[in-house]
């Protein structure tokens, strides 16, 4: 996050003797991204970070792909996804290119008996059900409906959920994932032009800290595989950090929307950029206001990028028979637009209460075998007069 932030206890000057009450050292840990590039954090720890016990096994856990090169538009029923008790294993990898993933979870119980990272992906878990507390080695943040976690790579990580009622749409990146450029001036501050701003931002206010040895369970991804790993520490052993570098919360209901007298473009509802692809929030927001405006979108060419919509909540004005939950993947290469009667039926209308997630990729998706087990197949005939 281009911002900075400081939790916790830190010695006046970086790379400097830290002391414990008894004298000792604490250790400090450089956590960058991009080589020493990119935003980076300063972190203190109880214990040395890399005390690795042991590496218990490992396996994979990458989709099965359905459909490699796939032309289809299709509609997918987000909610026939099952329920299962352990967090890692309810995600299920719908799309999938080299430069991210897109996954859906229902998740009953919280990881209570490891901790979990992701070394090669950053995470934008979306909450559509559910509250409860990301727990990380760099501090906790509460959520609950309609909040984006954005999770960098490597950050260690437990989640505790309040109930068993959890639905969640996840984003793995390859590629970092920032708050969008054209809204930030050069020193990285958020502009008054932007549909949000630090103030929006949610940060870790909450450290937990346990000086402990034992046996202590990671979960490391890596490369499509799970790597299950024992640390002799507490990963949770951070007495204070500072820096760029940490997992913040961001809720879709302070996305501030941007509107016009005719249609605007779906750039206007970015709310997360990467070099491989966009995340855009579509909220309540008024209409149009040219007299002779067309509130519902024109027909459209994605011709260079996939186009996903993951409804949450509201009337989808352009789309006949989509509920909640529901994911429409609208291939680059042909084009899409209002399902027959939409555009009518928008006409004369001042507002919307319509609630999305959209995630527009620059390569293509592919299918996987989970995706078709929720698949429309006769969602690409639903243009037919
Ligand atoms: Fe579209």
């Known amino acids: 996050m281009p911002f900075y932030h400081k939790l916790g206890s830190i010695p006046h000057k970086r790379h400097t003797q830290f002391r414990k009450l008894n004298g000792t050292l604490y250790y400090e840990q450089l956590f960058g991204t991009i080589g020493f590039d990119g935003m980076s954090t300063n972190s203190y720890h109880e214990q040395r970070p890399t005390q690795v016990k042991a ?8 989709p099965k792909i359905a459909k490699a090169n796939n032309i289809q538009s299709y509609r997918f029923r987000g909610f026939q996804v099952k329920p299962e008790t352990d967090f890692l294993e309810s995600r299920k990898t719908v799309l999938v290119n080299s430069d991210c993933a897109i996954i859906l979870a229902a998740p009953q119980q919280s990881t209570n008996d490891y901790f979990y990272k992701n070394t090669d992906a950053d995470e934008l878990i979306f909450i559509h059900k559910g509250s409860g507390k990301l727990r990380t080695h760099l501090g906790n943040l ?3 409906y309609g909040d984006y976690l954005l999770i960098p790579r490597g950050i260690i990580y437990k989640i505790d ?4 009622d959890n639905r969640l749409f996840i984003v793995e990146s390859h590629r970092p994932i920032y708050t969008p450029k054209r809204y930030r001036n050069w020193f990285g501050q958020l502009l008054e032009h932007a549909p949000f701003c630090e103030r929006d931002i949610r940060r870790p206010e909450e450290l937990e800290t346990y000086n402990e040895t034992g046996d202590f369970l990671m979960k490391v991804k890596k490369q499509g ?4 790993m024992v640390y002799a520490t507490h990963p949770f052993d951070v007495v204070g950090y500072d820096g760029y570098n940490y997992p913040y919360a961001f809720s879709i209901h302070d996305f501030e929307p941007i509107t016009g007298r005719v249609h605007q473009p779906p750039p206007v509802h970015q709310t997360f950029e990467t070099d491989a692809f966009v ?13 002779q405006a067309i509130p519902a979108p024109y027909n459209h060419s994605n011709i260079d990028s996939d186009e996903v919509l993951y409804y949450v909540d509201g009337d989808f004005m352009s789309r006949n028979d989509i509920e909640a939950g529901h994911i429409s993947l609208h291939p680059a290469g042909i084009p899409h637009g209002p399902h027959p009667g939409a555009t009518e039926r928008s006409l004369g209308k ?36």
Not at 55 to 62: G, L, M, N, R
Not at 356 to 373: G, I
Request: proline share 4%.
């Open 161 to 164: 959920f309040d109930t068993e």
């Open 279 to 291: 995340v855009c929030s579509f909220v309540p927001r008024l209409y149009d206001y040219h007299p």
């Open 142 to 144: 509460n959520f609950k």
């Open 55 to 62: 590496i218990i096994k490992q396996y994979s856990v990458a």
């Open 350 to 385: 001042t507002e919307t209460e319509e609630l999305a997630v959209m995630v527009d990729t620059f390569k293509p998706l592919m299918v996987t075998e989970e995706a078709m087990k929720i698949a429309d197949e006769d969602y690409y005939k639903s243009w037919l007069e």
């Open 225 to 228: 595989e799970i790597i299950e």
